[in-house]
């Protein structure tokens, strides 16, 4: 076995009904920038980052896709662990006790190798990070997951339906009073 290496949290996943309306939300109240839409077979939604974490906003599609948290559970779902070696940190997260759920655990290129910790939750480790992500931010080895800056027509209404809301509220607040 190699010596372990830290692991950069770098990944955040929310289970949410809404992944357009959560992301607009996000983008306004903290200045999030988008990064990609997804329609993947597990889940759909929005990815965001600040310029070194990811904050994925998703919807499942079934409870089988959730990995154990159910269809229509809101909530933080995962967290994601950018690593050096998915291999090698895998092995050691199950000698510590943690539990695998789904990913090629011998693929050096792993990406979103899923596990349970002892309590149950669910974390991911990655060999390349995530859209909109960084490896070591200011150092030399620095490595930056590319951002795609992907929408995708499917979603255009529900995306300007969400936008339209928070249009709406930030009216009703700038509206003189009478």
Known sequence: MTAQTKGRIRHVALSVEDPWETAEFYKQAVGLQEVTELDGPLAEGVFLTDGVVNLAILHFKSDEASQGTGRDFVGIHHIG?????????????????????????NNPHGYEIKHTDLNGIIFDIAAHGWA???KNPGAEDNVVHRNPQRRLAKFDERRARAQAKFAATRAKELAPAE
């Open 81 to 105: 662990f950018w690593v050096d070696d998915v291999v090698e940190q895998g092995k050691i997260a199950r000698n510590a006790g943690a539990t695998w759920i789904m990913g090629d655990t």
């Open 132 to 134: 909109g992500s960084q």
